[in-house]
């Protein structure tokens, strides 16, 4: 294993790698020589524009760092890019991991990638304590393309603050915005972040303000500690989301937004399907979704989702006022086809003065003014006090797990058994307009296409 520590955040340092032995401590203060050739380093610079993290690499960023425009970074299996949690300068700067350029994670199921702090403040009760977060990885503007595969992104979530760099490029407001783990700005950019785990964020686990995306089965746990969801989607963006468990999101699983459609920013479009949403909504400190929340003119349909003691049902906040980017969603969305199950636990947590909602089944059932009844969820199975609609998930216990809790349980499997509901009852998908945007085609990032994935015939994220 090689270690080697970033104390700067220019691009070139790293073609230092190509010379260096174990342990060197790199600066971008030492010159930049990428004709080197060593024969018995892994570390590749691939050509002016590419940079290799080689395998097993482990990196520590004590200072920002960026992928400029035009350059491209390609981080192997096994890498480590351990963040400093002190800052940067006086202010104590969140550190960030900018993306200019490109960036390719390419992880696998053995070796996935890792951003995060260091090992030993990797404890539960430093989640969501801001002294052990990092900022994130913000790709802005310029950045083309970017892939996760295979990488746990984790302990993010830092204040933006004066000088941070995303407040700089006007992406965040210092003083008003926390880092989401991944956050997407290019409206003409193509992501795909797949087989990867997003944890223990303060804000969003991803936050798309533009860009073409597939988000395909991925694991969400202790996103956001006071308003935030697993995946939220704004104005100029195209995205397919499916496959994916979202445990414990602070508010939805799923917030999906045209909000910032303009002339320039076309409206959000978005598919999610077979996703398995636990715990939703209940660590809210106040009442605001609870599952899905749909709203501002975004086109979309959301099917054979499985929702599983969440707090509330699909939202839809001033639907009366539809195709709106400052109020209801695009009616000609779909939100059908999705499994309500419930436990018999109560929340620690509930809001007299609001609903006073205290069961995931009576969320489920309440008069809630965002609820578009008759519309929304006309042919989903929904819980009751009296039927909770057990999805007989092969190792979770539905009647017993907190419903405030957010501590993903590596042991769990949200397979289900034979005989389950969630297998049958589903959506067919066979209409045209509810095919994946880029399950025909794929989007092709750093030359691969990636497909994604088929409607499948059950709820939620997997079968049995």
Known sequence: MKNYLLIGSAFLATSLFMACGDDEVISNEDPVNPGTDDDDDDNTQVDESTIIWPADTVVTLTEHYTVPEGKSLIIKEGAQIIVSTQGVGANHIPVEFTVDGNLYCEGTAEK???????????????????????????ATETCQEMLIDHTIIEYTGAQVIEGSPAATAGIYTAGDDAYPQITTYNMNGKYVITNSVLRNGWSDGIYMMGGQAIIANNTFAANGWDGAEAVNVKAGCQVDVAGNVMYSPNTNGLKLSSSGQSENRGQAKVQAYNNTIINAGWRRDGEKGGCIYVEKNVLANVFNNLMVNCKFRAMTPSF??????????????????????????????????????????????????????????????????????????????????????????????????????VLSGAYSGSDANMQPYFGANGLTVNGETYVSPAIQPWFGAYGE
């Open 112 to 138: 996935p990638i890792r951003f995060s702090i260091a090992e030993e403040d990797r404890k539960a009760e430093n989640i969501f304590q801001e002294d052990y977060m990092w900022g994130g990885i913000v």
């Open 320 to 421: 009366s006022i539809p195709n709106n980017p400052e109020e209801g969603y695009d009616d000609s969305s779909v939100i059908d086809y999705n499994f309500y199950a419930s436990g018999s636990q109560k929340s620690e947590i509930t809001f007299p003065d609001e609903s006073g909602v205290a069961y995931a089944w009576e969320g489920y059932n309440y008069e809630h003014e965002d609820y578009n009844v008759g519309v929304v969820d006309l042919n989903s199975v929904i819980a009751t006090k009296d039927d909770l609609k057990d999805p007989m998930f092969v190792n979770y216990d539905v009647n017993g797990v907190s419903l405030t809790n957010y501590i993903y349980d590596e042991n769990w499997d949200f397979s289900v058994k034979a005989g389950s509901p």
